[in-house]
């Protein structure tokens, strides 16, 4: 014991040291590890929140933007759907306008379809095909009846197929022209059921 | 007293090393002991004390005392030490300390201490010492225990200077002669550097003149050449002798007649200059304690260093206590550091995320406003933006037969009039657009038409349409008349075939 006595100072400073070490250690360690854990959520949910807020400042400068392009009331227009018989009586119409006989059409059932847009995402519309046939004196006729159905049908009509073909004896003012043509119609879509669900 | 006032100043302790501890050096003699301190502040000049002087022995205790840091070495110039040179075998080291010891045990059986050390001239040859029990050395080692002090000896350190002096004593034999005030007149004599005799004779009284003391020198020098015989110096014309004498008396040790190699006089003082010791005597001063103590002043590990057990044993403990200490205080630093690095930074983590929570709570609370504020602008957000989508959607331009047809009736002119028209474009896409066109030549009546004429107006007509049309792929893909080897030829007019017509097909060319 004599031996040691000098020595017990020193000793027990080094063992409080090293006990110091391996204990503070893994608790700091832990510790630190739990407040980096916490940091980093902590940077994600105000990354996050950041993000929203800058989404919400720039929804508003879009909808002051939009405000000025479109209103509501258009936008309720261009998002109306649509009455085929409307559509149906609007060809009949553009028809007789631009002096076809014999018109006869087919507005195939509706197909949805979903087309990806940039500012809102999938937009879900309706695809139909219209089948027509008529006889029309002059071809301009014809051309002024397919332009008018551009313009005339909501959404938008592509043609797809025309054949004019020369079927009379030529005389002037009856109609010697066949049409037949296949359009495409991309629309809104129409009232599914008589209870008004899209 | 043998140190001028100059000499003892601060400036010339400068010539000793600054990088030493200071330490109190004690030549021990068998007439008294010579103190000498070294490093000491305020500088404290040596001193000489009796044995039998109780007072100065209570003075020099009490400087000791003042300075309890400052390390003790008992210098011993005592006629009660041996020394002895021994050859070894070749041992293995585990062996050779048990052989070393046995050996020291035979040398010196009455001896208190003994030690030995390796010569460097030979690995072969050890040099042992043994120091008597009866010595007033052990009375100051007793009385400066708790003090730990080292014991080394003259011969031993002196050895050195002799070859410092001399600097041709490393090759071969040299004896170096001085006085000092603690024992008499001590004789070191050295072959190949290494102490290999030594002889201490009893001083003269101080009233002695020179005469007297060149005849007591000669003498001297005279027994100790029959003595080194045995030694292994037959020729004693190869050793070199140095005496330590003031300047005064070395007009009579200089008549000396030895049958020696040389005779060099010099004094104390010059030899401390010379060898740039710490303590310089007077340039008179016949004694030379100041030079070995000098010379052992700067050296940082002494040749030989003896110690009793006892005090071996205190003087490890203090060491490994010393280190133990130094050990513990840096692993208490380090982990302190250690703990105060990591603290610092979790500190800095727990601060840098209430910070960041602080900054969260502001964007929460803002965000909040700011979503109270534009929820009536942004409710209607969605419908503004489809129905602007919707919009851009429905005014896309699609594909019409129009342009293609207005270059065709510029490409037809009077020359031909159409009887059917076929336009397709299924994809949508401006290249899939394809014409298909039945066309008649506008002056020909069928019945008087020739075959080869009509044909080569409808190649002509086809040729006019295709340059016209750079943009599409014009071919006749109907002739007017059979023209492949699978089709008839006949002359009878076919049933309902009151044209003759040909059929073009115009394709959008891929760019």
Not at chain 2, 185 to 190: C, D, G, L, S
Not at chain 2, 328 to 338: D, K, T
Not at chain 2, 488 to 506: C, D, F, R, W, Y
Request: hydrophobic residues 45%; proline residues 7%.
């Amino acid at each position: 014991m004599n031996r040691i006595a000098p020595h017990i100072f020193w000793l027990g400073l080094l063992v409080c040291a090293v006990l110091l070490m391996a204990i503070s250690t893994p608790i700091l360690q832990y510790a630190s590890e739990k407040a980096n854990a916490d940091l980093i959520k902590v940077r994600a949910e105000s990354s996050k929140t950041s993000a929203t807020l800058y989404q919400l400042q720039d929804d508003i400068a879009a909808v002051q933007k939009l405000s000025s392009e479109i209103s509501s009331a258009e936008a309720d227009q261009w998002l109306a759907p649509v009455d085929r018989l409307r559509v149906a009586s609007l060809m009949e119409q553009q028809a007789n306008e631009t002096r076809l006989s014999h018109f006869t059409y087919t507005v195939a059932p509706e197909q949805r379809t979903s087309i990806e847009t940039p500012g809102a995402g999938p937009q879900q519309l309706a695809l139909s095909s219209i089948t027509l046939s008529a006889d029309a004196a002059l071809d301009t006729d014809i051309y002024h009846f397919i332009d008018g159905l551009h313009a005339a049908l909501p959404g938008r009509v592509r043609l797809q197929q025309m054949v004019i073909e020369k079927n009379g004896n030529g005389t002037p003012g009856s109609p010697n022209l066949k049409l037949t043509a296949t359009l495409e119609w991309l629309s809104n879509g129409a009232i599914k059921d008589l209870a008004g669900a899209p | 007293m043998a140190i001028p006032p100059e000499v003892s100043s601060p400036v010339l302790y400068m010539f000793g090393n600054p990088t030493l501890r200071p330490q109190f050096i004690l030549m021990i003699g068998d007439d008294g002991a010579f103190v000498v301190p070294h490093g000491i502040k305020p500088t404290v000049e040596p001193f000489f004390v009796a044995h039998d002087d109780e007072k100065n022995v209570g003075i020099a205790t009490a400087l000791f005392n003042k300075h309890p840091k400052a390390q003790v070495t008992l210098f011993a110039d005592m006629l009660a030490q041996d020394f002895r040179r021994e050859a070894l075998p070749r041992l293995n080291p585990l062996d050779r300390p048990k052989l070393i010891n046995r050996r020291l045990q035979q040398a010196f059986p009455h001896a208190r201490l003994r030690a030995s050390f390796n010569l460097k001239s030979s690995r072969a040859h050890i040099l042992m010492a043994g120091l008597h029990e009866k010595s007033p050395l052990f009375d100051w080692m007793e009385r400066l225990r708790h003090r730990l002090p080292r014991i080394c000896l003259l011969p031993v350190e002196g050895a050195e200077i002799v070859m410092r002096i001399l600097p041709d004593a490393r090759e071969g034999w040299a004896m170096m002669l001085s006085r000092e005030r603690t024992g008499g007149f001590r004789q070191i004599v050295t072959h190949q550097g290494e102490l290999i005799f030594t002889r201490l004779t009893p001083p003269l009284p101080a009233t002695a003149k020179a005469p007297e003391i060149a005849e007591a020198v000669q003498r001297d020098i005279t027994a100790s050449l029959g003595y080194l015989a045995r030694l292994g110096l037959a020729d004693t014309s190869k050793l070199r002798v140095t005496l330590l004498a003031p300047d005064d008396m070395q007009d009579e040790l200089g008549e000396m007649r030895l049958p020696v190699h040389s005779l060099t006089l010099l004094s104390p003082h010059k030899v401390a200059k010379h060898l740039r010791l710490p303590f310089v005597p007077y340039g008179n001063d016949a004694f030379a304690d100041l030079v070995f103590a000098g010379h052992l002043a700067l050296k940082r590990c002494p040749r030989l260093s003896l110690m009793t057990p006892a005090i071996r044993e205190a003087y490890w403990h203090s060491q490994i206590k010393k280190i133990g200490q130094h050990v513990a205080a840096l692993v208490l630093i380090i982990a302190l550091g250690s703990v105060g690095f990591k603290g610092s930074d979790l500190m800095l983590t727990l601060l840098a995320t209430h910070k960041e929570t602080a900054q969260l709570d502001g964007l929460h609370k803002k965000l909040a406003e700011t979503q109270a504020e534009a929820a009536p602008l942004t409710e209607p957000l969605g419908k503004l933006r489809q129905a602007y989508e919707r919009q851009r959607l429905f005014a896309e331009p699609t594909p019409t037969p129009w342009p293609a047809l207005t270059i065709l009736n510029h490409a037809l002119g009077d020359d031909a009039r159409l009887t059917k028209l076929t336009w397709q474009n299924d994809s949508g896409k401006p290249n899939a657009e394809v014409l298909q066109i039945e066309a008649r030549l506008a002056n020909l009546a069928p019945a008087d038409s020739e075959r080869e004429s009509v044909m080569g107006e409808f190649q002509r007509l086809t040729q006019n349409v295709a340059s016209m049309m750079p943009d599409y792929a014009v071919t006749l893909s109907r002739a007017p008349f059979p023209a492949t080897p699978q089709e008839p030829v006949t002359n009878e007019t076919q049933k309902g075939a009151t044209l003759i017509t040909a059929e073009l097909t115009i394709r959008k060319k891929t760019p």
